[in-house]
């Protein structure tokens, strides 16, 4: 079954369930999701793609840093290469974090991705359009996106979240996902614009300096991506061995446990 297709069959169970008193426990997993799921030999990664996987700037909060960035030869160089775009309806502009191509050729072989974010519904399209270029893993049925507009967990993303044993989350931040931290696997956030946040440093001394700051980028081979597809696909391997206990949440634990969650960064 393709993932929008079983996720709008799991939005349409918890309604059910939520006009049911006492109709069953609906924090239980549910069979089918976790089924279809092992049996393509699959997992699931839930991904905040803000600072995880691009980084974006509204028109309104460029710092000046940024400006002169947009005036130079060089956004041209990320714009042939299919990683800066500019997206009149949102007013913003789009950076992709490097090696993201590869990322999710890859990840969609052993997982099965639900991008989310909690913006707008408009900005997940968008977001969604640029990262999956002419709808290549949502035709196969292997991405789709969902929108939360409340509590992380309490609406669009809980009949996903709590098949908790097969699902993984991909996030730059722990905040918010609280219940569900044995499931989390962290990765350093994506800031490549500047934004007059970030410049005032009088205000915000705690944030790291962005990527046009520091004149550069990440590594393609050897950056965050690289490193946390690595991490995933051995908690795939993991996860199906025969003797495993076939809950990702151990696998993850045992993996943090032998510090090997970090074992693939590049210094």
């Known amino acids: 079954m393709k993932l929008k297709s079983l996720i709008f069959s799991l939005l349409s169970k918890k309604k059910a369930e939520a006009g049911e008193e006492e109709g069953g426990n609906c ?4 069979e089918v999701f976790k089924n279809d799921l092992i049996s ?9 793609i803000d600072n995880t996987l691009l980084d974006s700037l509204r028109g309104r ?6 400006h002169d960035y947009l005036s130079e030869s ?8 299919g990683i800066f775009y500019a997206s009149p309806e949102l007013d913003r502009n789009i950076k992709l974090r490097p090696y993201i191509r590869t990322f999710l050729e890859k990840l969609t072989l ?12 408009q900005y997940l399209d968008i977001m969604t359009d640029v990262l999956d270029r002419d709808s290549v893993y949502r035709k196969a049925g292997c991405l789709t996106s969902v929108y939360e507009d409340d509590d992380i967990g309490k609406k669009h993303l809980h009949p996903i979240l709590k098949n908790r044993e097969v699902v ?5 931040r722990e905040s918010g996902w609280e219940k569900y931290a044995d499931n989390l696997i962290k990765i ?18 705690h944030l790291p300096k962005s990527w046009i700051q520091l ?3 990440e590594c393609e081979e050897g950056g965050e991506l690289y490193r946390v597809l690595r991490v995933l696909s051995v908690a795939h391997i993991f996860f199906f061995k025969p003797d495993s206990s076939h809950d990702i949440r151990q696998v993850i634990h045992n993996l943090k446990s032998q510090n090997k969650l970090y074992k693939y960064r590049t210094l």
């Open 188 to 205: 350093d956030p994506y800031c490549y614009f500047v934004t007059k946040a970030r410049a005032n440093n009088n205000l915000n001394l």
């Open 215 to 217: 004149k550069g980028d």
């Open 27 to 30: 924090e239980e997993s549910d």
């Open 40 to 48: 393509r030999k699959k997992l699931c990664v839930v991904i905040n």
């Open 61 to 66: 909060d460029y710092a000046w840093e940024d």
């Open 74 to 81: 060089g956004v041209q160089r990320s714009v042939r290469q």
């Open 168 to 172: 993984c989350i991909l996030d730059c």
């Open 110 to 121: 052993d997982y099965d991705i639900v991008l989310y974010s909690r913006v707008s519904p």
